[in-house]
């Protein structure tokens, strides 16, 4: 059974950074794509980011609004993925999901983590 | 990028058929058939129903099916249950530089 379990959420000052993480099982961690999806409150969904599996390089892509504040690493021997968000703002308050990523859709998720971005 | 637009809401009763649209442009919806449609219940995870237009994943009903023609995609749900009512969100790949874009959102009611 596929599992994802994020952890690393809450309050933070605008300007903060958190690192929300995100374990996985039930399926082949290191080649599998994995990516960072957001909701705001009352929101639909909105696409964070993604890193690729070992076969395709472990590369990274992501969304325009968060490309150069939010990183997302991967430790395959952990079977966990990161996504560390420097420079926080208001509009980062959402829940941040992680999903299994077929490139062109996202099958599994997790139950998400709260992050609040508020003085 | 801005957001995939469908109806607030849409209802029907217990047994009907509903659809739920999906309008984007021909740099998203109408330029791939990588549209996918998730179902949100309140609190919970979006659950992927629908990927790639019309392909359902193994566990979900028959009674939820996709299309599209042009730049609108379509989710219909036939036999309407209880359990239907929830938030539904399409979402489609798009050429745009943040490469995926989701929907607005539609509150399935079941009356």
């Known amino acids: 059974e596929v599992q994802l379990v994020e952890s690393g959420g809450g309050l933070v000052k605008p300007g903060g950074s958190l690192r929300l993480s995100c374990a996985a099982s039930g399926f082949t961690f290191e080649n599998a794509w994995l990516s960072w999806v957001r909701q705001a409150p009352g929101k639909g969904p909105e696409w964070v980011g993604r890193t690729r599996g070992k076969t395709d390089g472990g590369t990274t892509q992501y969304a325009a609004p968060v490309r150069d504040r939010f990183t997302i690493s991967r430790d395959d021997s952990k079977a966990t993925v990161y996504l560390q968000m420097n420079s926080l703002q208001a509009e980062d308050t959402a829940v941040y999901y992680c999903?299994?990523?077929?490139?062109?859709?996202?099958?599994?998720w997790g139950q998400g983590a709260l992050v609040t971005v508020s003085s | 990028q801005s957001a995939l637009t469908q109806p607030a809401s849409v209802s029907g009763s217990h047994g009907q058929s509903i659809t739920i649209s999906c309008t984007g442009t021909?740099?998203?919806?109408?330029?791939?058939?990588?549209v996918s449609w998730y179902q949100q219940h309140p609190g919970k995870a979006p659950k992927l129903m629908i990927y790639?237009?019309?392909y359902r994943p193994s566990g979900v009903s028959d009674r939820f099916s996709g299309s599209k023609s042009g730049n609108t995609a379509s989710l219909t749900i036939s036999g309407l249950q209880a359990e239907d009512e929830a938030d539904y969100y399409c979402s489609s790949y798009t050429s745009s530089n943040s490469l995926h874009v989701f929907g607005t959102g539609t509150k399935v009611t079941v009356i």
């Open positions: 790639e237009v019309r």
């Open positions: 021909s740099s998203d919806v109408g330029g791939y058939n990588y």
């Open positions: 999903t299994t990523d077929i490139a062109t859709w996202f099958d599994y």
